[in-house]
């Protein structure tokens, strides 16, 4: 393997630590980078930004210490609020359930910061991603799920087109995780046992409604509304649809049980009028979906003819068997599920597997229900 | 295992351009600190251990005063730049106010230390002062007619004038005696934040007529954590550290004899090598923004281009940003600095280019070379020969 110039994405956790002393001890040239991306104003210092990431910059530099790479803290603030936190705040008032880690990936880790990296002398980034890459037959890389299910993360990766696939490094691969805190121990980086973030990292106390109440203010599309039954019955009333996703169950409130007794999830979301309609969790069940903004991490498939292909519909969720059928166009995708998905909304990201292959993406759009 | 060490931070390779930051400690100091570490003796024990401690103390504090212009009992030693700044502003304020209930109002000038801007923003929000800020002209010179209007507005209202000898970032050097002059006619006591001048240009205490006067040790080549507030004897100060009385009853804690004898070791050495240092730094420095504008011709040098700290050089590199110029010089072995940075290392476009009126952007450009003691003709010549490259990558970085 050729001597890289790498940046490594230094996160202060776990993973990203390992990461960069892999691609460190593999005999890259590796710089380690911090991206401030929080501007939280409860900062210490009012006006301030990124000093709420204090901890983590620090647990982050503390890692390029031991691995012995140069290191830097990248404000990344501006742009990461106008393409990522925005756009979570939109498509909420929407009505819509995104996935902002998937949209940083695409927009901040892989774009912005990849960009500036090349531009600055570097050659790829290295991220503690769960997932390996190889070089196909036909000389494009391909981006494969890691071994450990449990932890792959080609999921959130299924964003980068083979431009960015090819200036990126996943160094912890096939790893399982427990090997990857060994090691960390063992390299005697200090976050070897720091808990595993779960939550959006900007909503810092995984309180996704009451932030989005919160941020949102004013710009909710309403504050009030009422749940109805698929067959227009009021049920209760809430406090606003951008606390709900499709597909939820706890948290309604609903007074009354369902006549049958059994629980309620949210089928539909109107922004508009602020209706929010529960059902039973068979109503749930989607056959078939329409995807847009497709993004391919290599050749672009065919367009109109039935693929068959496998489809995840949700970070750490399950594998569908799927038809893919490409827009003569190509700027929209339709998906036909041989095995129904429940709780999917529109806004979710579609991600396209061909074995253990990534294909591509596409921003969910429509679901097609199954008749009940 | 143990810990790494940084391939590029092999010292062999460094090309220290961060003076202002801090300097190394010259060998003088070094010896004079060496040399006291071993000794027991707390300066203010009776016996005979103690005395000896007393009369290092003591020494030194004669020491800086002969090279300050100052009385040796207007010396409070402190653990630096930021103490003495906090024990200035909020020591005199308090004291002065609680005088006259009337003086609520501090002015300072917009470009000072966050040790100086800080503690007044804390005065304001905490303490009920009311903080003006001096504005600065376009090479960010206090504007002498702009403090007449702030003290006019009502003299007796006034509680304390702060204003820097020098400034850390652009270098430019204030008018502190003209600012006293104004002051001394409504009888306003003025402090003055000079650990960048303290070395570099003359500085003398008495010789403006200043009331208080900071000073700090790594800054002239003495060791970290020990400075100085100089402060008239008449004027009175709350003491913000309580304790054993130690420094004039206005610091307390046990005195710390090494430090402060490498400090004044290092204040002598400076003060009496002023003269010949900024005449060799300066040509230095000279010879940076010269070779720097033949590669660069489009940088602008911020600051005063007179009125300016020999070691400083500031630019500002249009089209590129500061922190991706410095990593690429880094890399290189060239350090230097944007200027202020928080703690998380995001650095910030500066207040001080703010101030003088540069736009977000051209503050966001810019850079900060500083020489001292151990600059030679061949960092200039590494700064110059790497910084072509270098902005044209930062600039290529900034385009997309």
Known sequence: ?372 | MAPATDRRDSPDRVVYLDHAATTPMVPAALEAMTAHLSSVGNASSLHGSGRRARRVVEESREMIAAVLDCRPGEVVFTSGGTESDNLALKGIAWSRRQADPARVRILASAVEHHAVLDPLHWLHEESGFEVSLIEVDAEGRVRLEHLRELIEADPDSVAVVSVMWANNEVGTVQPVAEVVGLCETYGIPVHSDAVQAVGAVPVAFAGVGLDALTVTGHKVGGPFGVGALIARRDLAITALVHGGGQERDIRSGTIDVPAIAAFAAAVELAVKSQAEYAERIGALRDALVAGVREVVPDVVLNGDPVHRLPGNAHFSFPGCEGDALLMLLDAQGIECSTGSACSAGVPQPSHVLIAMGRSDELARASLRFSLGHSSTAADVDAVVRAIGPCVERARMATLR
């Open chain 1, 1 to 372: 393997m050729s001597r890289l110039k790498v940046l490594a994405a230094m996160s202060g956790g776990v993973d990203s630590a390992v990461a960069a002393a892999r691609a460190a001890e593999a005999g890259h040239d590796v710089t380690g980078v911090h991206l401030a991306l929080s501007r939280n104003p409860a900062s210490y210092r009012s006006g301030a930004r990124g000093c709420c990431t204090i901890e983590d910059s620090n647990d982050a530099r503390r890692a390029a210490d031991m691995i012995g790479i140069p290191f830097y803290v990248w404000d990344m603030s501006d742009r990461f609020h106008e393409d990522v936190v925005e756009d979570f705040m939109a498509e909420y008032a929407a009505g819509r359930t995104p996935n902002p880690c998937l949209r940083c990936n695409e927009k901040i880790k892989f774009a912005a910061v990849l960009d500036r990296a090349r531009a600055l002398g570097f050659d790829a980034v290295a991220t503690g991603h769960y997932a390996t890459t190889r070089t196909g037959a036909d000389g494009l890389v391909e981006l494969h799920r890691a071994g450990d299910h449990a932890k792959d993360q080609s999921y959130v990766l299924g964003v980068l087109t083979q431009e960015q696939l090819a200036h990126s490094l996943f160094p912890l691969g096939d790893t399982p995780k427990p090997e990857v805190r060994a090691e960390a121990a063992r390299r005697g980086l200090l976050v070897a046992d720091k808990p595993d973030s779960h939550d959006i990292c900007f909503v810092a106390d995984g309180d996704n409604a009451g932030w989005l109440k919160e941020k949102l203010g004013e710009r909710q599309p309403n504050t009030s509304g009422e749940f109805v039954t698929e067959a227009g019955e009021v049920v209760g009333t809430h406090e606003g649809t951008v606390a709900f996703t499709i597909g939820q169950r706890r948290g309604l409130h609903l007074g009354r049980p369902a006549p049958d007794g059994k629980p309620r999830f949210v089928l539909d979301i109107e922004p508009v009028s602020g209706t929010v309609t529960v059902g039973p969790r068979e109503h749930l069940a989607v056959d078939g979906l329409t995807g847009i903004r497709p993004l391919w991490a290599g050749t672009l498939p065919q367009r109109g003819v039935s693929l068959e292909c496998t489809v995840q519909l949700r970070a750490h969720g399950d594998e569908h068997r799927a038809l893919l059928l490409v827009d003569e166009d190509g700027d929209g995708v339709d998906l036909t599920l041989l095995d129904p998905a429940f709780g999917i909304a529109p806004g979710q990201a579609a991600v396209i597997y061909d074995g253990t292959r990534v294909v591509g993406s596409a921003t969910i759009s429509a679901t097609r229900r199954t008749a009940a």
